[in-house]
Nanobody, 123 residues
Framework: QVQLVESGGGLVQPGGSLRLSCAAS????????MGWYRQAPGKQRELVAD???????NYADIVKGRFTISRDNAKNAVYLQMNSLKPEDTAVYYC?????????????????WGQGTQVTVSS
């Protein structure tokens, strides 16, 4: 069984910073893409940023220059450094990872989601 556990959310003033962490655990054979999504009330879940095993990062235009994604492959972890936060960044942030697990006769690859962590940007 695989689990993704996020941490680091909270309340921050506009212009402030937060760092989100996500760690994968369980019977993991390999991890490919890891990333962060967010969902604000009444809106669809959207990609914030993701990164490949080799470290190639992809960002949503609305966070470019403010957010930085990184990962530690040895720890099966991904991080999101969020700077210059705006009220419109308020959302539940979810970690997502493409993980392969070894089954008795084959490898299975699927996407896993964390439980989400609330980020609120407000004065």
């Amino acid at each position: 069984q695989v689990q993704l556990v996020e941490s680091g959310g909270g309340l921050v003033q506009p212009g402030g910073s937060l760092r989100l962490s996500c760690a994968a655990s369980g019977s993991i054979f390999s991890i490919n893409t890891m990333g962060w999504y967010r969902q604000a009330p009444g809106k669809q879940r959207e990609l914030v940023a993701d990164t490949t095993t080799g470290g190639t990062a992809n960002y949503a235009d609305i966070v470019k220059g403010r957010f930085t994604i990184s990962r530690d492959n040895a720890k099966n972890a991904v991080y999101l450094q969020m700077n210059s936060l705006k009220p419109e960044d308020t959302a539940v942030y979810y970690c997502k990872a493409q993980i392969s697990t070894r089954q008795p006769t084959l490898y299975v690859t699927r996407h896993y989601w964390g439980q989400g962590t609330q980020v609120t940007v407000s004065s």
